[in-house]
T-cell receptor, first 111, second 113 residues
């Protein structure tokens, strides 16, 4: 595997479900990110991790819970989501303050 | 609140012509500037970055930065149908050990044959 990988690529869940998104980077980067991309809205930065420590939480609702066990892996745990949370969730990694490299994304639909 | 502004388009350009994409940003302390290309249903792909005032060329792409005017642009020469995509401008302060990049909403570019 190379670059940044994300699983699953597509996810449909009900509002009462609990699911997790997984991201893995194979670039040796120290920083990892979660972004949300909704239709016709700019990419929204959700969380930033630097050397597996959270450095940024952009007022994200608690129904989104990130986990970063090491610099290569990042999870986003989802529970009791709302239909408006349906979006493309993108994971990215970077070396320091350099440009983020994005994974392919998870297309999430909340019914 | 830090903002990055782009014209949403669509910008329609004939094949072979120059496409010009523009972006303004609000944070005068911004240090790093990026252009990403995003095809429909795909994730953003970095195509250019620029840190200093002036022009930076890479193949058919030229990024231009004017920090005094808080303006960054992307020129695409000899436009091809494969250049049809949404182009995202992104800006960060460059000081953080991890990036806090702010993205514009993107400009949709359409290259007509």
């Amino acid at each position: 595997e190379t670059g940044v990988t994300q699983t699953p690529r597509h996810l449909v869940m009900g509002m009462t479900n609990k699911k997790s998104l997984k991201c893995e980077q194979h670039l040796g980067h120290n920083a990892m990110y979660w972004y949300k991309q909704s239709a016709k809205k700019p990419l929204e930065l959700m969380f930033v991790y630097n050397f597996k420590e959270q450095t940024e939480n952009n007022s994200v609702p608690s129904r989104f819970s990130p986990e970063c066990p090491n610099s290569s892996h990042l999870f986003l745990h989802l529970h009791t989501l709302q239909p408006e949370d349906s979006a493309l969730y993108l994971c990215a990694s970077s070396q320091g303050a350099g440009e983020p490299f994005f994974g392919p994304g998870t297309r999430l639909t909340v019914l | 609140q830090k903002e990055v502004e782009q014209n949403s388009g669509p910008l329609s350009v004939p094949e072979g012509a120059i496409a010009s994409l523009n972006c303004t940003y609000s944070d005068r302390g911004s240090q790093s500037f990026f252009w990403y290309r995003q095809y429909s249903g795909k994730s953003p792909e970095l195509i250019m970055f620029i840190y200093s005032n002036g022009d930076k060329e890479d193949g058919r792409f030229t990024a231009q930065l004017n920090k005094a005017s808080q303006y960054v642009s992307l020129l695409i020469r000899d436009s091809q149908p494969s250049d049809s995509a949404t182009y995202l401008c992104a800006v960060n302060d460059g000081y953080s050990s991890a990036s806090k990049i702010i993205f514009g909403s993107g400009t949709r570019l359409s290259i007509r044959p």
